[in-house]
């Protein structure tokens, strides 16, 4: 069976503009995060989605927002980039959207902001 | 506010030899802990949980204690193999926060295997 699968790999954007990042979960999995992990540090918790619906976030601008789709897949928006947002993003995926359910990471999208 | 810290920025090891990372967390009412390993270019993969009603969990060549008194996390791994170097990190959840699954990361502990 497949992981948690993250579009693209890498990407490299400028200040100012705005990038789309992209996670489709573990198949039978309805509960996306997203967590932001800076160069030397623990990840960041950003959003949670389960059932297309935002279930948690994190301490992040309003410049970032995210989306599920009712495949459960799930879309990360970042306006107005900013050399700080630089990171390697990653979405995990559990079964439910409960405290205590494992959660499994993809590979995470590598974003440089120049 | 809540946060998950490690001791041990770095750990060295011969291979063969036990490791033991440890990790301090700080809201008491955290219940579900999860250790991860993540390797470079990777995303952090699963290695062992424990839920707060129990203080010591095994599985293969690992084990998880957890010591609710004070606080205190830690991974103990047994036979310790070269492919055992990456970076580790603790992490708590609150199952009754806001976000029910949002997992809070220590800083990661680095370990690196001696052949």
């Known amino acids: 069976d497949a992981g948690v699968t993250q579009s693209p790999t890498h990407l490299i954007k400028t200040r100012g503009q705005q990038v789309t990042l992209r996670c489709s979960p573990i198949s039978g999995h309805k509960s996306v995060s997203w967590y932001q992990q800076v160069l030397g540090q623990g990840p960041q918790f950003i959003f949670q989605y389960y059932e297309k619906e935002e279930r948690g976030r994190g301490n992040f601008p309003d410049r970032f927002s995210a989306r599920q789709f009712p495949n459960y897949s799930s879309e990360l928006n970042v306006n107005a980039l900013l050399l700080g947002d630089s990171a390697l993003y990653l979405c995990?995926?559990?079964?439910?959207?409960?405290?205590?359910?494992?959660?499994?990471f993809g590979p995470g999208t590598r974003l440089t902001v120049l | 506010g809540e946060s998950v810290g490690l001791h041990l920025p770095t750990l060295s090891v011969q291979e063969g030899d036990n490791s033991i990372i440890n990790c301090a967390y700080s809201n008491s009412a955290s219940d579900y802990f999860i250790w991860y390993k993540q390797e470079s270019g990777k995303g952090p993969q699963f290695i062992i949980d424990?839920?707060?009603?129990?203080d010591k969990r095994q599985g293969q060549r690992v084990t998880v204690l957890l010591n609710k008194t004070v606080k205190h996390l830690s991974l103990q791994i047994a036979a310790t193999q070269p492919g055992d170097s990456a970076v580790y990190f603790c992490?708590?959840?609150?199952?009754?926060?806001?976000?029910?699954?949002?997992?809070?990361f220590g800083q990661g502990t680095i370990l690196t295997v001696h052949p």
């Open positions: 992490a708590e959840n609150y199952a009754g926060g806001t976000s029910y699954g949002k997992l809070t």
């Open positions: 995990a995926s559990s079964l439910r959207a409960g405290g205590g359910d494992e959660q499994f």
């Open positions: 424990i839920r707060s009603n129990m």
